[in-house]
T-cell receptor
Framework: AQSVTQLGSHVSVSEGALVLLRCNYSSSVPPYLFWYVQYPNQGLQLLLKYTSAATLVKGINGFEAEFKKSETSFHLTKPSAHMSDAAEYFC???????????FGKGTKLSVKP | KAGVTQTPRYLIKTRGQQVTLSCSPISGHRSVSWYQQTPGQGLQFLFE???????NKGNFPGRFSGRQFSNSRSEMNVSTLELGDSALYLC?????????????FGPGTRLTVL
């Protein structure tokens, strides 16, 4: 069975600082991995996805994530945080063909001026 | 291209009632998936429809059901509402079934059960 663990339900960074949101997954077969962002009272927006091509995936808004099979991790990073990055971020995994996106519990990112 | 739309955006019902939520996918998308989001359980997959057929199903009781029409629009129905059904219900559309295609989410319907 697949599962996703996001370390840290809340992360706070200063504007301009590095953003690192951690995600570890469990899957019996090579999964597809996703990062989504959710702003208050809105749906989810895809930041990036890993589909077994390049291990370093670049997404929107300057975010990127690296798939590390040996560590079963898919951490999300951004070199310099902006105030507009404050939101909740979800890591998700899917077994191809299952149709069931399994989400982590989410990490709320706060950005201090 | 217009995004995924969900109606209504907010709904208040009482226990025991039933409710129907609607989702219109992005034009050309044939797969619609439904998710429930609660503070306690997080985001959980309900079911996926593709070409009017339920392709995948999550672990929810039979009170939760859905259907998809020939124009790919989908409805989700919850019968005999319980307090615990209060949640944000999100639908997502994609080109193909199975989840490997990017899923585009709507803004959600917030259901409150009193």
């Amino acid at each position: 069975a697949q599962s996703v663990t996001q370390l840290g339900s809340h992360v706070s960074v200063s504007e301009g600082a590095l953003v690192l949101l951690r995600c570890n997954y469990s899957s019996s077969v090579p999964p597809y991995l996703f990062w989504y962002v959710q702003y208050p009272n809105q749906g989810l927006q895809l930041l990036l996805k890993y589909t077994s091509a390049a291990t370093l995936v670049k997404g929107i808004n300057g975010f990127e994530a690296e798939f590390k099979k040996s560590e079963t991790s898919f951490h999300l990073t951004k070199p310099s945080a902006h105030m507009s990055d404050a939101a909740e971020y979800f890591c998700a995994v899917i077994l191809p063909g299952s149709g069931n996106l399994i989400f982590g519990k989410g990490t709320k990112l706060s950005v201090k001026p | 291209k217009a995004g995924v739309t969900q109606t209504p955006r907010y709904l208040i019902k009482t226990r025991g009632q039933q409710v129907t939520l609607s989702c219109s996918p992005i034009s050309g998308h044939r797969s619609v998936s439904w998710y429930q989001q609660t503070p306690g359980q997080g985001l959980q997959f309900l079911f996926e429809y593709f070409s009017e057929t339920q392709r995948n199903k999550g672990n929810f009781p039979g009170r939760f059901s859905g259907r998809q029409f020939s124009n790919s629009r989908s409805e989700m129905n919850v019968s005999t509402l319980e307090l615990g059904d209060s949640a944000l219900y999100l639908c997502a559309s994609s080109l193909a079934s199975g989840g490997t295609d990017t899923q585009y989410f709507g803004p959600g319907t917030r259901l409150t059960v009193l």
